[in-house]
Nanobody, 122 residues
Framework: VQLQASGGGLVQAGGSLRLSCAAS????????LGWFRRAPGKEREFVAA????????EYADSVKGRFTISRDNAKNTVYLQMNSLKPEDTAVYYC????????????????WGQGTQVTVSS
């Protein structure tokens, strides 16, 4: 089972990036999918999550109104559209999957991608 995150890069403050995370090895159509991030010197923190049927989403307060999570079960892929990026969004972003309900606790996620670096310059 693999989760492959991509789409990171260097962007100026106020810019946008779209992260993708493709799953392989199994289908995640009945799994909640999430994005987490770890900034230098900080713990990995929750960013956003989405239920298996896209019926519900959850966002960290710090990204509400700027980030949008979505998924395409036919492609086994989850996306994170990031707009109005700020320097404090600089981090390695990880996608994750767990069977069942949407949660924000990273310890509840079973599968993790390798991370993609997002750097926002001021």
């Amino acid at each position: 089972v693999q989760l492959q995150a991509s789409g990171g890069g260097l962007v100026q403050a106020g810019g946008s990036l779209r992260l993708s995370c493709a799953a392989s090895g199994r289908t995640f159509s009945n799994h909640a999918l999430g994005w987490f991030r770890r900034a230098p010197g900080k713990e990995r923190e929750f960013v956003a999550a989405i239920t298996w049927n896209s019926g519900s989403t959850e966002y960290a307060d710090s990204v509400k109104g700027r980030f949008t999570i979505s998924r395409d079960n036919a492609k086994n892929t989850v996306y994170l559209q990031m707009n109005s990026l700020k320097p404090e969004d600089t981090a390695v972003y990880y996608c994750a999957a767990k069977w069942g309900l949407l949660v924000t606790m990273k310890s509840r996620y079973d599968y993790w991608g390798q991370g993609t670096q997002v750097t926002v310059s001021s």
